[in-house]
């Protein structure tokens, strides 16, 4: 089966420009994640999907990042105006929904993931 | 609010040496804890995950893990490690509502 494809995969620009990533899940996982991967730190989720409903983005700076997976399937990530401390990598995850009635045991599924160098 | 500590933050070793990387997690109710492995240039890939049943999980590449409730730990483990093992291993708590949660990750170094 296909991955998650994510693009671009590189962005340079300079502070206070905007930015936008798109994502495209494995078909048919029902959740999609985006996180923010700052050099020698783990992922930390920026926003969750479930569907094309927001289930978490407590952790989104809402005043300059925007998310949204219009349809419940491909999803984009915009930033704007970017910040020096958002150079980072933006991955983008999914995962297959659980078998109703049980509980969800799958794994995520990480794309190549867009690294962003803000200037 | 569930968070994941791995203590160590770079480990070198050489071929053949037996690796342990730790992994804490903090939450009290059921979790699914998954170990996952960046190799240079490439995407985030699951070593291994554990759910229920046996605490000794096996995973991909001679990997194993295991689970200690009392201790909130889910070690990484390896007998012998190669060069091709290089790589940066995460640790990752699933608990409630699809939530995953990340430690800050573990550079390994193996000298050939």
């Known amino acids: 089966e296909a991955g998650v494809a994510q693009s671009p995969r590189y962005k340079i620009i300079e502070k206070r420009q905007s930015v936008a990533f798109w994502c495209n899940p494995i078909?048919?996982?029902?959740?999609l994640y985006w996180y923010q991967q700052i050099l020698g730190q783990g992922p930390k989720l920026l926003i969750q999907?479930?569907?094309?409903?927001?289930?978490?983005d407590s952790q989104l700076p809402k005043d300059r990042f925007s998310a949204e997976r219009l349809k419940g399937v491909d999803s984009t990530l915009k930033i704007q105006p970017a910040k020096l401390e958002d150079s980072a990598v933006y991955l983008c995850?999914?995962?297959?929904?659980?078998?109703?009635?049980?509980?969800?045991?799958?794994?995520?599924?990480f794309g190549e993931g867009s690294r962003l160098t803000v200037l | 609010a569930q968070s994941v500590s791995q203590h160590n933050h770079h480990v070198i070793l050489s071929e053949a040496a037996s690796l342990e990387l730790g992994c804490n997690y903090s939450?009290?109710?059921?979790?699914?804890l998954f170990w996952y492995v960046q190799y240079p240039g490439q995407h985030l890939q699951l070593l291994l995950k554990?759910?229920?049943?046996?605490?000794l999980v096996k995973g991909i590449k001679g990997f194993e893990a295991e689970f200690i409730k009392s201790k909130f730990s889910f070690n990484l483990r390896k007998p012998s490690v190669q060069w091709s093992d290089t790589a940066e291993y995460f640790c990752?708590?699933?608990?409630?509502?699809?939530?995953?949660?990340f430690g800050s990750g573990t550079k390994l170094n193996v000298k050939p």
């Open positions: 995850a999914s995962r297959r929904s659980a078998t109703s009635g049980t509980a969800n045991t799958g794994e995520l599924f």
């Open positions: 078909s048919g996982h029902a959740t």
């Open positions: 999907f479930q569907n094309n409903g927001v289930v978490d």
């Open positions: 939450y009290g109710g059921t979790v699914n």
């Open positions: 554990y759910f229920s049943g046996d605490p």
């Open positions: 990752a708590v699933n608990g409630d509502f699809n939530k995953f949660y």
